[in-house]
């Protein structure tokens, strides 16, 4: 359950991320409440992993999650470039995060 709880916490804050950008400067109330809602419901999911899962492991994994869900969200919906070294480099970072779970023994 802890990794579900930090899978969730990682695609909120992807969520919260990409929200920031539709924010205006948190001048559009709307988006501002759920960009907002998004980070507090991200921190409350990252809480419950850590009560289980040790914090550098747990906080490393939710900012590669965060990290690469926005870099491809801002490629897919916003237009952001998108070039082989920087997929390759995602990539990485995903690797990364899968590695520390796996060594973590959960």
């Known amino acids: 359950m802890p990794w579900l709880f930090l899978i969730i916490a990682g695609l909120l804050e992807v969520g ?3 929200g ?3 924010t205006d400067g948190f001048t559009r109330p709307l988006p501002t409440a759920l960009t ?3 980070i507090v419901a991200s921190m ?3 809480g419950l992993a850590v009560r289980d899962l040790p914090i550098g492991t747990a906080y490393a994994v939710w900012v ?3 990290t ?3 870099a491809l ?3 897919l919906w ?3 470039a998108m070039d082989p070294v920087r997929a390759l480099l995602l990539l990485g970072i995903v690797a990364c995060a899968g590695g520390l779970k796996v060594a973590s023994g959960h």
């Open 16 to 18: 919260w991320a990409v």
């Open 20 to 22: 920031l950008s539709t």
């Open 36 to 38: 907002v809602g998004a």
């Open 44 to 46: 409350a999911c990252l």
């Open 64 to 66: 590669a999650i965060g």
């Open 68 to 70: 690469a869900g926005t």
């Open 73 to 75: 969200a801002g490629w």
């Open 78 to 80: 916003l237009g952001e």
